[in-house]
């Protein structure tokens, strides 16, 4: 029996793979991100990993709550979303865990998603986020206002949230123009 030598039989496997693979193409494509297409709009991919999670706009929309409301001709609209119910940021995020950022962004959808409801008027400016102050059993994230002119106006919106991420109040108040 005729034994090929090793070295011989290397060289005729690569000659075969060029003579093969002569005139095909490659492309490699490599997205990184850190990205959560439950919670943001992400480039590379959209298929959200939570199994818990539900869709993004049934996890942030405003659907069963009582709406307290004063008008005052001096201070001018105050308002609070009171009992609302069903939304959390474990319900939206799949995660029972959370901090400040997570509460953060699940205001913002919130807001988002329910901008007829909350957000201002183009010629009243927009909610823009301060800050988020977690003590003991609650979390508040706090919005300012910002005139049509991007600057600083009165007027706040504040998410109040439970130990657990659960939505307890949205208080919003917008002064007389």
């Given at each position: 029996m005729l034994r090929i030598p090793t070295a011989l039989a290397q060289i005729v496997l690569a000659i075969g793979?060029?003579?093969?693979?002569?005139g095909s193409s490659c492309s490699v494509a490599l997205c990184v991100e850190d990205c959560d297409p439950c919670v943001t709009q992400c480039i590379c991919h959209h298929t959200c990993q939570h199994p818990n999670a539900a869709g993004f706009e049934d996890?942030?929309?405003l659907v069963a709550f009582e709406l307290l409301q004063a008008v005052n001709a001096a201070q001018g609209?105050?308002?609070?979303?009171?009992?609302?119910?069903?939304?959390?940021?474990?319900?939206a995020t799949g995660h029972s865990e959370f901090g400040a950022r997570e509460l953060r962004e699940f205001a913002e959808g919130v807001l988002g998603?329910?901008?007829?409801?909350?957000?201002?008027?183009p010629e009243l400016g927009r909610w823009e986020f301060s800050a988020t102050d977690v003590?003991?059993?609650?979390?508040?994230v706090s919005f300012t206002r910002v005139d049509a002119a991007e600057n600083p106006a009165e007027g706040s919106l504040e998410f109040v949230f439970d130990a657990r991420g659960k939505l307890v109040e949205i208080d919003r108040a917008i002064p007389n123009s």
């Open positions: 793979s060029v003579v093969l693979f002569h996890s942030h929309r609209v105050q308002q609070t979303f009171a009992w609302i119910d069903g939304l959390s940021v474990a319900r998603v329910n901008r007829g409801l909350l957000g201002l008027s003590a003991g059993d609650f979390a508040l």
